[in-house]
């Protein structure tokens, strides 16, 4: 069983920067991969950014350049900075883990005002 809980969620103007992090909890080793999934209001679950086999990370076409995902496997925490906001990255940011099983976060809300 892994546990994951985000923080650092809230409201900003465009062009402004959060980090998101999420603590990680249970079975979970630096060779599992962890990251950051959205959900607009009105639209499908979309992959943000994964970083998984150590130092392998991926990210949507929509954040490169402006996201940055990051590790530290001493606190079983993942990181999501943010940087350049627009409006489009409102969403609920899920942490997600994948073990032996998917894992999902409680999920934690951005609004990126114009």
């Known amino acids: 069983q892994v546990q994951l809980v985000e923080s650092g969620g809230g409201l900003v103007q465009a062009g402004g920067s959060l980090r998101l992090s999420c603590v990680a909890s249970?079975?979970?080793?630096?060779?599992?991969?962890m990251g950051w999934y959205r959900q607009a209001p009105g639209k499908q679950r979309e992959l943000v950014a994964i970083v998984g086999n150590y130092i392998h990370t991926n990210y949507a076409d929509s954040v490169k350049g402006r996201f940055t995902i990051s590790r530290d496997h001493a606190k079983d925490t993942v990181y999501l900075e943010m940087n350049s906001l627009k409006p489009e990255d409102t969403a609920v940011y899920y942490c997600?883990?994948?073990?032996?099983?998917?894992?999902w976060g409680q999920g934690t809300q951005v609004t990126v005002s114009s």
């Open positions: 249970g079975k979970i080793f630096a060779g599992h991969v």
């Open positions: 997600y883990a994948s073990t032996d099983h998917d894992y």
